[in-house]
């Protein structure tokens, strides 16, 4: 049985569906949150090229629409439709696609070798088994468990 959280989460995904690919974009999540006592529903967009605050706007009103028609969400809430950022943690499978070949940031729970800072090439994943593979700038091929990873997303140089 899944939790409350989880089937808004769910629900939102289905109405953002037709919207989205009416629009060309991306859903990369959904997420529904208590911070600081109030309740925020977001939907991450994407799209090849970025995302705008307009794209994010038009999403915004074309989906509080279905929301407000269904009473999915019983309690107060602020309804956000932003761009996943820069710095986003990969968590689906079509992420670990997308960031094949490009340079990654991995954080382990626990230390490897003395450190829990890595960065390489994605050069291999297995979703299914949830491994991931890096090469680092030295050659050196490292497998890590997604279990064991605290966070995983792409670095970027500025």
Known sequence: MSSRKEQIEKRTEELLAPILENLGFELVDTEYVKEAG??????????????????CETVSRALEIPLDAEDLVPEAYILEVSSPGLGRPLKKEKD?????????????????????EFYGILTGYDYAA???????????EMTFDRKDLALIRLAFDF
């Open 96 to 116: 670990y696609a997308r960031a094949m070949g490009k340079n990654l940031e991995i954080r382990t729970f626990r230390p490897i070798a003395h450190e829990k």
């Open 38 to 55: 109030t309740w925020y529903l977001r939907a991450y967009i994407d799209k090849e090229g970025g995302i705008t605050v307009d794209d």
């Open 130 to 140: 949830g491994t991931v593979v890096i090469t680092t700038d030295d050659g050196t």
